[in-house]
């Protein structure tokens, strides 16, 4: 979304298709009493890998197939700070062959606008050999619900 002046504003709640809550840690904050900066990455990571695992889609002990983190980036909207409940919305934006790109927003207690938006791109590889493979049926299936 961009405003009048063609500055990307922040989405709503209502942009994203699935949402899970996480709360934040007295460490997130730096020393400007907000959350650092690289805090949000471990909240998109947090927030689709408990996705995927709750859904059956990933078993990142004994599945044949891992995702590999190969981009990712984040605007910032609002301060997110200790004691502050986050929802991660989430939605997938692309899904190829084997690769897919979350878009993850997160939203500070109640507000209906997000503070920060990211995405990250994994390429979904084989365990042992490390080169790319076709989402599996049951991977597929579950990103697929979540589609924008």
Excluded at 20 to 34: E, F, K, S, V
Excluded at 65 to 86: H, N, S
Aim: hydrophobic fraction near 35%.
């Amino acid at each position: 979304m961009t405003n009048q002046t063609n500055h990307p504003s922040a989405a709503t709640r209502d942009a994203y298709r699935t949402f899970r809550t996480i709360t934040t840690r007295w460490m997130d904050n730096d020393c400007y009493g907000h959350m650092n900066n690289v805090v949000h990455y471990s909240l998109f990571d947090t927030a689709v890998n408990g996705w995927l695992i709750e859904n059956g889609a990933l078993d990142i002990h004994k599945g044949e197939q891992i995702g590999f983190v190969v981009e990712t980036g984040c605007r910032y909207f609002g301060e997110l700070a200790f004691p502050d409940v986050v929802t991660a919305g989430i939605r997938v934006a692309k899904l190829g062959s084997s690769s897919v790109r979350y878009e993850v927003g997160l939203f500070r207690n109640d507000e209906q606008a997000a503070a920060a938006e990211g995405f990250f791109v994994h390429v979904y590889v084989d365990r042992t050999t490390r080169r790319p493979k076709p989402l599996d049926d049951r991977l597929r299936a579950a990103l697929q619900e979540i589609q924008s």
